[in-house]
């Protein structure tokens, strides 16, 4: 993996781990984003969360 996917994964992970944290502050629900992944053209990604 080359170092400008690395960091576009992190940027995704940072981003919307912050959405999710503005988003549901009030409620009882706890976000955890796990790992990013993105395709090395950049099209496609996932992205591994889990709930508590």
Known sequence: MGQRT????????????????????????????TDVSVSADLRNGTVAYSVL
Request: aromatic share 14%.
């Open 6 to 33: 690395q960091r576009v994964n992190e940027l995704i992970k940072r981003e919307i781990s912050s959405y999710l944290h503005i988003r549901y502050r009030s409620e009882s629900v706890y976000w955890t984003i």
